[in-house]
């Protein structure tokens, strides 16, 4: 909270050079002592009520500061889990420092919620792999140093024969095609031309490596709708009292109060449910994906529903640019799609009830 009030509430409007305040955010979260909290030690578990926690605040200031945080975690996690000690000892101090901005390249132009469809080819050369392939929606996408890439190594259908591999930056034959969000951050096609790359872990367990990091920082996903769903219902309070129609306040309606309501139950219900993951994973739980699931669908939708109705309260200023509402609007609807989309949260929670009944 500290961290936001000093570093972010002045800038979270600004919305212009964001690769530069990208990297700027990155440093200022590690020497604020942060990132330790998103990128796993190379040894033990991370603590991910931490996680949530810092997610949420994050998001309240910046959604832009709430993405890097949770890049650093999601670009180093695979390497945390299942690298050398050379791979962690190369690359782990500078991702938690911040001094390296990492990267997780795993969706592919046709292979977005389907990871079992990923086209990306690595074959053997020497002691190192070559990638061919695109990946596309890549947060941190051409100011990352590294990227933990899923590319297919056997001849296997599906999730067999996906492996996990590790690409530096600087590595000849990557192309980088910016793409511009609605709500601005660092994005874009990752083109990979025969380029050099490490692999992590052993071959053809990629695929439970990416599910593995999904299922980890799902729960946090639905902490940042949290955070943005906080403003906006913070912010909508505030203009409710202090807008006047028909000679009173807006929170002299009764409509107002009952949407403000509403608005709040959202929130709180959607935090609990956020909060119950990532308390079940600190407890030890192996899997908690129907738990981490139910967090991500329920707080990012009920997010969207907050958000719409600060913009509904707000009236003609709620859809300026300039407007903080207006910022949140375009913010929170990337929430339901990106790390498993909101339909996908339901199949797993579908086949999580369909089991349990057998």
Request: proline share 3%.
């Amino acid at each position: 909270r500290v961290f936001g009030e000093q570093h972010l509430r002045a800038t979270a409007q600004d919305e212009s050079h964001v690769a530069a305040r990208t990297r700027e955010i990155v440093g200022g979260l590690a020497s604020a002592g942060l990132l330790r909290f998103a990128v796993a030690p190379p040894h033990g578990a991370m603590d991910v009520r931490c996680l949530v926690a810092i997610r949420e605040q994050l998001a309240y200031f910046s959604s832009l500061a709430d993405t890097a945080f949770a890049m650093q975690g999601l670009g180093s996690h695979v390497v945390s889990r299942a690298g050398t000690d050379v791979q962690k000892n190369r690359w782990l101090p500078a991702i938690a420092g911040g001094g390296l901005v990492a990267a997780f390249a795993v969706t592919e132009p046709e292979a977005g919620s389907d990871l079992a469809g990923v086209r990306t080819r690595a074959t053997a050369d020497g002691a190192v792999w070559r990638l061919r392939g695109v990946k596309t929606f890549i947060s941190n996408a051409g100011i990352a140093g590294m990227y933990t890439v899923l590319a297919r190594t056997g001849e296997g259908a599906g999730h067999r024969g996906l492996s996990m591999f590790l690409v530096d930056a600087e590595a000849p034959g990557i192309a980088v095609k910016p793409l511009e969000p609605m709500a601005p951050h660092p994005l874009g096609e990752v083109r990979l031309e025969g380029t050099p790359a490490v692999l992590l872990g052993q071959e053809s367990e990629g695929y439970r490596l990416a599910l593995s990091t999904l299922e980890v920082f799902r729960p946090s996903v639905g902490a940042a709708a949290c955070g943005l769903a906080a403003r906006a219902l913070e912010e909508a309070v505030r203009w409710s009292q202090a807008r006047r129609q028909f000679g009173r306040a807006l929170a002299d309606f009764q409509a107002t109060q009952m949407a403000l309501a509403e608005m709040h139950v959202d929130l709180e219900a959607a935090r609990l449910l956020v909060r119950r993951a990532a308390w079940l994973k600190d407890r030890g739980a192996e899997r908690i994906g129907a738990e981490g699931a139910a967090a991500k669908l329920f707080a990012t939708e009920a997010a969207q529903r907050v958000v719409d109705r600060a913009v509904q309260i707000h009236g003609g200023q709620g859809v300026m640019r300039g407007a903080t509402v207006e910022r949140l609007y375009r913010e929170v609807r990337a929430l339901r799609i990106y790390e498993g989309t909101s339909e996908i949260q339901k199949l797993v929670i579908a086949r999580h009830i369909l089991k349990e009944s057998k």
